[in-house]
């Protein structure tokens, strides 16, 4: 594992692009920054963290034979490589939001941003960044609910433990795909889906609110929703959110 520590830099995924565009990279090279001033989310959104207190961080993986038409694996892996360690490192349950932020009972403790680099149909390399809230105790009310390890446990953590032990679960999931044991992989997402098979109330993209139950996720990442006449609809990620806080 090849660490790059950074006091500060506009985003670790476009830093790690760049520097993938100039030169090989091994596999599991890791940029990490203190700082962060052009964070990212997923569509678009900023990532905001204090400087130092938490966990952001770019991971370079190589693929030799990874079809396009898998990459939601991708994302599952690293999901469920994140959520083991938070779950490691306090004692409340964790769950996914899918489709990859990961939850600490009810309010988000760290987003994943995946961007692949492609090969004819193949992905030649992903670029996984990731932002873990660690020691920081405040956050923005314009944020939403979010919380951090520390604020959950009352305990300040390392956060070069934490690195290594995330870098090690994503890599034992992806070697997991790399065999292509994917119906493992999304069995354990599924069982770590928020709402799982539980009613609850969602808005779509036409803003109508309604009431379905989460009971799967197709092949190319869109989640399964059954409705309350028992019809079934698929959703991307641009096309439904859930209606209000999750409670």
């Known amino acids: 594992?090849?660490?790059?520590?950074?006091?500060?830099?506009?985003?670790?995924?476009?830093?790690?692009?760049?520097?993938?565009?100039?030169?090989?990279?091994?596999?599991?090279?890791?940029?990490?920054?203190?700082?962060?001033?052009?964070?990212?989310?997923?569509?678009?959104?900023?990532?905001?963290?204090?400087?130092?207190?938490?966990?952001?961080?770019?991971?370079?993986?190589?693929?030799?034979?990874?079809?396009?038409?898998?990459?939601?694996?991708?994302?599952?892996?690293?999901?469920?490589?994140?959520?083991?360690?938070?779950?490691n490192a306090i004692k409340i349950q964790c769950f996914v939001k899918w489709p990859n932020d990961i939850l600490a009972g009810k309010d988000k403790v760290a987003g994943i941003l995946i961007e692949n680099v492609l090969r004819g149909e193949a992905i030649k390399y992903s670029i996984i960044g990731v932002g873990l809230n660690v020691n920081q105790k405040k956050f923005p009310k314009s944020i939403g609910n979010v919380t951090?390890?520390?604020?959950?446990?009352?305990?300040?953590f390392n956060i070069d433990e934490l690195l290594k032990n995330i870098i090690t679960n994503i890599q034992f999931y992806i070697d997991d795909i790399e065999r292509a044991e994917f119906k493992k992989i999304k069995q354990l997402y599924i069982a770590s889906l928020y709402k799982y098979n539980k009613p609850v109330m969602f808005e779509d993209y036409e803003h109508a609110i309604f009431l379905g139950k989460i009971i799967d996720i197709s092949e190319e990442g869109k989640l399964i929703i059954e409705l309350e006449n028992e019809k079934t609809r698929k959703f991307s990620l641009k096309e439904i959110k859930f209606a209000s806080r999750i409670k």
Do not use: C, P
């Open 1 to 87: 594992m090849n660490i790059i520590k950074l006091n500060a830099i506009d985003s670790t995924n476009s830093y790690l692009k760049r520097l993938a565009n100039k030169t090989t990279i091994d596999s599991y090279t890791v940029v990490v920054a203190k700082h962060q001033t052009e964070g990212r989310g997923q569509l678009g959104s900023k990532w905001v963290s204090d400087g130092g207190k938490n966990l952001t961080f770019s991971v370079l993986v190589n693929f030799n034979n990874f079809k396009i038409e898998h990459q939601f694996y991708l994302s599952m892996a690293v999901s469920l490589g994140v959520l083991d360690a938070v779950n």
């Open 148 to 156: 951090s390890l520390n604020n959950i446990s009352d305990t300040n």
